[in-house]
């Protein structure tokens, strides 16, 4: 009996206890992970935007000013030296960004970072795949994003991108303008199309991350990319909605995808406190 | 045999380490469990916020609601059992109006609030707003009141001016708040604290209904508030045949399916600020075009200080938005048709108005008559019948 015990002891111990060691040992070959933060800048030739002000004036001539930018990021990878994509936010894919509410302006990522260095980082601007059908996000302030399924086909999903804001028009009037991205739909000779508008950007730019540390790049928006190459974007030719206007809205991508984006600044956190 | 022996001992220790951990979980549940409250269950819609706006300190239980709704609907909570002097919450959230006083009151003429009369407002002071509905207010996160005064973010204590002290539990940030603002308010209840608490703990009905809510029979304005919170959170409207249709158990008529079509694109546009989502509201501040000259001492900017917010009010819910009539914070527009004509061509440009009322400079959306009629029938189809028949929404049968 007591000899059973024993053996049977020895069993329940062991495994939980191997199982244990087996699980911490490739752990502790590798160096310690560090982590990754994200800090949104909105800026209009290089300066911080100033927003609720009549002061810029874009390619096409047109003087306008800004009230508010809430926009999507998603699917973000770093890359490595040799191209290779190290896939990050497998749980929090996707970030949404507003002028209005400060704490949006920064995004800790969840995930644990491979300690390393890297030539760039790869995002989606907007939403793709499964994140962009409707009722993916059911909460505010996302939800607030959602782009009906009137003008998105079956799917809806949401708002890449609300830039609003207003305009001098040719009377001068200072005039609203909603530059609003997400799906287009195309009517061609009783059929109709989806374009997705979705773009992945691409920035070149050392980045190194150590163990145990946090790593914080200065991401910004290059507001005035949107307006400007290689489509001149006047506001007195699109008006103040284009939801409905593919034209206006491919222009307004192809802009973006060409410029739209640039790393500031990478900095290092001393304290990592995961 | 040494080592096994030793490992047996080592067995046992972890065994009565785990019974006794187990066994003090459990073992404290049973005797409490007696008088804990049922916790409560908002129905799981699909769709809906899973985000709920309950305090920690206020879980809701089937107990809690069930209090807030006798607190609710009982008169006597201004501190008085005369006829003439009883006023609650129900005496202007009205619940066949979507809890609303209603165009039609026959207390509130024109659907105009004013608390109890009293020598100083022998005709009872007038509410400075017109009324906001009461549902879906468990998934609201940013602010209640037209303005959005009362939220997470302010950190105001008591009134001066109500005489109320600059101390826990009355604050300004949920629900809970509401309930001590409102008996103070002379333009609401317009009783007083200290008699209202009396009142309630005096009558026999009372200090066995707190005792099962919260564990002790004792009345005090803070349980009266989370009771009163607590129903509000229960009152939640999904039975529309919006929602319905969304959930394919209906199907919208010809006029409805253009209205709503109407109503999602931008041509007419009431989905950016009103929601695009099922709650029909995006609990957002917006300066919607109405005026050009402002000088209202309660709108946005007086919570936000951005000069942005000037004439800029909470776009509400258009849940049941046939039941809630008049219109706007200041009651101006006194049916659908004349809202509609006024998103259509009756907007005012000012430097305050929102960049989302985009044809601001044409003066409107310029529906033409057919398409009015669409959207106005869309509206209609946003109504809730079950909510505001539901008894679990009622006033108790028992009370006076």
Redesign the interface.
Known sequence: M??L??KH??I??LVPILALVSSCDPEESKPAPGSLEINFNHLENNDEVVF?EMRYHNAAGNNYEI?EIQWFISDLYLITGDGERVALSEEDFAHYIDTNIESTLTWQLPDDIPAGNYAGLAFTFGLKGEKNLQ?YF???PE??M??????GGQN?GYHYM?L???WM?EQQ??????FHLGVGKVEDAGTTNFVQNWFEYIVSSPITVRSNRTTSIELAMNVEEWFQNPNIYDHNVHG??I??NQEAMAAGVENGANGGFSVVSISEKNENNQ | ?KI??D??Y??IAVIAVFLVVNLSGCGENPTEMQNQPTPYELPDI??????LNIPADNPMTVEGVELGRYLFYDGRLAGSSHPDSMMTCATCHVQKNAFEAGIDNPRFPGGKTRGLPSAEYPEGKETPHYMLPLFNLVYN??GYLWNGWVSEENQKLGSEAYGVPAEEPFNFRNLESLVWMTIEAPHEVNGDIEKSVRMIESIDKYPPMFEKAFGTPEVNIDRMSKAIAQFLRSIVSYNSKFHRYLRQEATLSEAELRG??LF????A?C??CH???ILMT???YFNNAKDSVFNEERDRFVVTGD??DIGAYKAPSLLNIELTAPYMHDGRFKNLDEVIDFYSEGLVYS?Y?????????EGGVQLSDQEKEDLKAFLLALTDHQMVNDPAYSKPSDLP
């Open positions: 007591r000899q015990l024993s002891t020895l329940f111990l609720d009230t009722g059911t909460d505010a939800a607030n959602a782009w009906p399924i009137t003008l809806g609300k609003n804001g207003f028009n009037q200072r005039t609203p303008f909603n103040a909605m939801m409905q | 045999m096994t022996s490992l047996k080592l067995i699909p769709g809906f916020p899973k985000n996160h940013n709503h079509n999602f694109s931008e041509e546009d989905f950016h929601g695009g989502s995006t609990n957002e000069p942005l430097e108005v929102h960049p989302l009322m985009k044809n601001v400079r």
